[in-house]
């Protein structure tokens, strides 16, 4: 069974500084990758996949099988990018993603 | 398209009772999944329907379950409602095949006083 893992419950940091919320997953095949977002009141809606390697609202995220990662960065945290933050694995075959249980990122002015 | 509907958007229940849930997916998605969000556990899969069949289930006792009619749109019920139901219950869908993205409702907010 694949397994999501999400070490940190919250991050704070402020204006202008690097974030990286990470997440580790463990699966034997090869996965898809994603992280949602949660603004406040607003519906959790897809941020970005490995598969796309695109960089959306200045955030990245790099898959690294060799130690089963996911982190997701960007280099200048702004206030609006405070939000719950989701990493989702699916597994090869699967139609529905495994969740981890959230970071929520609060960027102080 | 329109989004992802859920309703109602907030419920008071008491305890020993029991609430149905409906969701209305985008226009042409064939699959809707339920999930249960809380602080502690996070996003917790319940289960999914794909052209009216239960196709994937999550680790919850049998008090949840669901259905999905012809139209796609689903409802899930609990029933015998305990304290820990209380929550936020987001329904998802897409179209259901390959790797397809899920969209969310804004969710039903449960509290079983």
């Known amino acids: 069974a694949q397994r999501v893992t999400q070490p940190e419950k919250l991050l704070s940091v402020f204006k202008g500084a690097p974030v990286e919320l990470k997440c580790n997953y463990s699966y034997s095949g090869s996965p898809e990758l994603f992280w949602y977002v949660q603004y406040s009141r607003q519906r959790l809606q897809l941020l970005l996949r490995h598969i796309s390697r695109e960089s959306i609202k200045g955030f990245t995220a790099d898959l690294n099988k060799g130690e089963t990662s996911f982190h997701l960065k960007k280099p200048f945290a702004q206030e609006e990018d405070s939000a719950m933050y989701y990493c989702a694995l699916k597994a090869g075959g699967s139609y529905i993603p495994t969740f981890g249980r959230g970071t929520s990122l609060i960027v102080h002015p | 398209k329109a989004g992802v509907t859920q309703t109602p958007r907030y419920l008071i229940k008491t305890r020993g009772q029991q609430v149905t849930l409906s969701c209305s997916p985008i226009s042409g998605h064939r699959s809707v999944s339920w999930y249960q969000q809380t602080p502690g556990q996070g996003l917790q899969f319940l289960f999914e329907?794909?052209?009216?069949?239960?196709?994937n289930k999550g680790n919850f006792p049998g008090r949840f379950s669901g259905r999905q009619f012809s139209n796609s749109r689903s409802e899930m019920n609990v029933s015998t409602l305990e304290l820990g139901d209380s929550a936020l219950y987001l329904c998802a869908s897409n179209e259901g095949v390959g790797t397809d993205t899920q969209y969310f409702g804004p969710g039903t907010r449960l509290t079983v006083l």
């Open positions: 329907y794909f052209s009216e069949t239960q196709r």
